[in-house]
Protein backbone atom coordinates (compact mmCIF):
# COMPACT_ATOMS: atom_id res chain seq x y z
CA UNK A 1 0.00 0.00 0.00
CA UNK A 2 1.36 3.86 -0.96
CA UNK A 3 0.68 6.86 0.97
CA UNK A 4 1.18 10.13 -0.13
CA UNK A 5 2.21 12.08 3.32
CA UNK A 6 2.56 16.11 3.56
CA UNK A 7 5.29 17.38 6.06
CA UNK A 8 5.11 21.33 7.40
CA UNK A 9 8.21 22.15 7.17
CA UNK A 10 10.16 24.82 5.38
CA UNK A 11 13.85 23.05 4.26
CA UNK A 12 12.41 19.47 4.75
CA UNK A 13 14.39 18.46 7.17
CA UNK A 14 12.15 18.96 10.87
CA UNK A 15 8.73 19.61 11.50
CA UNK A 16 8.76 23.19 11.98
CA UNK A 17 5.45 24.90 11.17
CA UNK A 18 2.27 24.98 12.80
CA UNK A 19 -1.05 23.91 10.16
CA UNK A 20 -2.61 27.34 9.63
CA UNK A 21 0.79 29.33 8.75
CA UNK A 22 2.53 26.72 7.60
CA UNK A 23 4.53 27.95 3.92
CA UNK A 24 6.06 24.90 2.98
CA UNK A 25 4.64 21.26 2.60
CA UNK A 26 7.43 18.51 1.82
CA UNK A 27 5.01 15.83 0.13
CA UNK A 28 6.61 12.16 -0.04
CA UNK A 29 5.24 9.15 -1.50
CA UNK A 30 5.62 6.08 1.13
CA UNK A 31 5.33 2.53 0.42
CA UNK A 32 8.63 0.22 1.51
CA UNK A 33 10.69 3.34 1.19
CA UNK A 34 9.86 6.98 0.89
CA UNK A 35 9.90 8.63 -1.82
CA UNK A 36 10.45 12.45 -2.10
CA UNK A 37 8.14 13.98 -4.91
CA UNK A 38 8.13 17.69 -4.25
CA UNK A 39 8.02 20.99 -2.17
CA UNK A 40 4.89 22.64 -2.02
CA UNK A 41 4.34 26.81 -1.57
CA UNK A 42 0.98 27.83 0.07
CA UNK A 43 -0.01 31.52 1.53
CA UNK A 44 0.00 31.55 5.14
CA UNK A 45 -3.37 32.94 5.93
CA UNK A 46 -3.13 32.09 10.03
CA UNK A 47 -0.56 34.44 12.00
CA UNK A 48 -1.65 32.47 15.48
CA UNK A 49 -4.99 31.72 16.34
CA UNK A 50 -6.88 30.53 13.10
CA UNK A 51 -10.64 29.98 13.13
CA UNK A 52 -11.78 28.44 9.36
CA UNK A 53 -10.54 29.61 5.70
CA UNK A 54 -8.35 26.03 5.98
CA UNK A 55 -9.79 25.25 1.82
CA UNK A 56 -6.49 26.78 0.52
CA UNK A 57 -4.16 24.42 2.35
CA UNK A 58 -7.25 21.52 1.79
CA UNK A 59 -6.29 22.51 -2.29
CA UNK A 60 -2.64 22.09 -1.79
CA UNK A 61 -2.95 18.83 0.51
CA UNK A 62 -5.83 17.36 -1.40
CA UNK A 63 -3.88 14.18 -2.59
CA UNK A 64 -2.11 13.52 0.50
CA UNK A 65 -3.41 10.56 2.78
CA UNK A 66 -2.22 12.26 6.22
CA UNK A 67 -0.33 15.39 7.08
CA UNK A 68 2.13 15.40 10.10
CA UNK A 69 2.37 19.52 11.55
CA UNK A 70 4.49 21.18 14.80
CA UNK A 71 1.17 21.89 16.06
CA UNK A 72 -3.11 22.15 14.75
CA UNK A 73 -6.13 23.45 16.70
CA UNK A 74 -9.33 20.95 17.30
CA UNK A 75 -11.19 23.60 14.49
CA UNK A 76 -8.34 22.65 11.74
CA UNK A 77 -7.92 19.11 12.84
CA UNK A 78 -11.70 18.48 12.44
CA UNK A 79 -11.86 20.05 9.07
CA UNK A 80 -9.01 17.89 7.94
CA UNK A 81 -10.52 15.04 9.20
CA UNK A 82 -13.20 15.46 7.68
CA UNK A 83 -12.22 15.65 4.30
CA UNK A 84 -10.44 12.65 5.04
CA UNK A 85 -6.66 13.23 5.82
CA UNK A 86 -5.24 11.97 8.70
CA UNK A 87 -3.62 14.57 10.92
CA UNK A 88 -0.53 13.73 13.37
CA UNK A 89 1.40 16.45 15.74
CA UNK A 90 4.66 15.39 16.04
CA UNK A 91 8.32 17.35 15.99
CA UNK A 92 11.87 16.12 14.87
CA UNK A 93 13.39 15.11 11.79
CA UNK A 94 11.75 14.34 8.54
CA UNK A 95 13.92 11.46 7.99
CA UNK A 96 13.43 9.95 11.16
CA UNK A 97 9.65 9.83 11.08
CA UNK A 98 9.56 8.31 7.43
CA UNK A 99 11.96 5.57 8.79
CA UNK A 100 9.55 5.13 11.88
CA UNK A 101 5.90 5.20 9.70
CA UNK A 102 7.83 2.18 7.25
CA UNK A 103 9.41 -0.17 9.96
CA UNK A 104 6.49 0.05 12.17
CA UNK A 105 3.52 0.53 9.47
CA UNK A 106 1.83 2.88 11.16
CA UNK A 107 -0.35 4.11 8.24
CA UNK A 108 -1.72 0.52 7.65
CA UNK A 109 -5.39 0.09 8.47
CA UNK A 110 -5.38 -1.90 11.18
CA UNK A 111 -8.93 -3.24 10.50
Known sequence: MSYRIGFASIDGTIIDQHFGSARYWQIYDVDTEAHFV???????????????????????????????????????AAFMLSKGKRVFEAAGEVDKILAKLIDDRLLEDNG
Open 38 to 76: ETRKTAAKCQGHCEGGFEHLIFVLNDCDAIFVLKIGEPA
